[in-house]
């Protein structure tokens, strides 16, 4: 990502307020949720709102971050092969979550997140991410 082009304040999202787990549905006990509020974007972009972190070292850990163009939260799964990867990224073979749901009924910005691999569920819940946005503000003053 052009880095000039993420430092440019042009209404987008460039940290986190309090973000909040609403509601946990099931967590698999080989995980536990991590957020990240207050987090700020970094200069590729990237701004990473919590994870999903296993007890033990071999499990894929999955990040929840912030996809600025569709205004959504999404989960990448990392630790594991590229091949593993794009199947969770196309939610196929059994491999689900890469993409959240927004709650509509709720106020802000809340998301339904539902990650589960092809043996097993790993999360289900709802998560607030109330977002900060910036914008750059040009002011001429004319002296008469």
Known sequence: MDRAKVRKKNGKVFSLKE????KKYYLSQDYRVELHPYK??????LLIIGELIPVEKELPIFSFRWDEKKEELDVDINNVK????????????GYEGHHSIRLQNK????????VGLPANDIFQGDIAVPVARELELNNTVHLI
Do not use: C, Q, S, Y
Not at 107 to 114: A, L, M, T
């Open 40 to 45: 700020k974007i970094t200069d590729t972009g």
């Open 82 to 93: 590229d091949a593993i990867k794009n199947r969770f990224k196309e939610e196929k073979n």
């Open 19 to 22: 973000v909040k787990l609403l």
């Open 107 to 114: 106020k802000g910005r809340v998301f339904r997140i539902n």
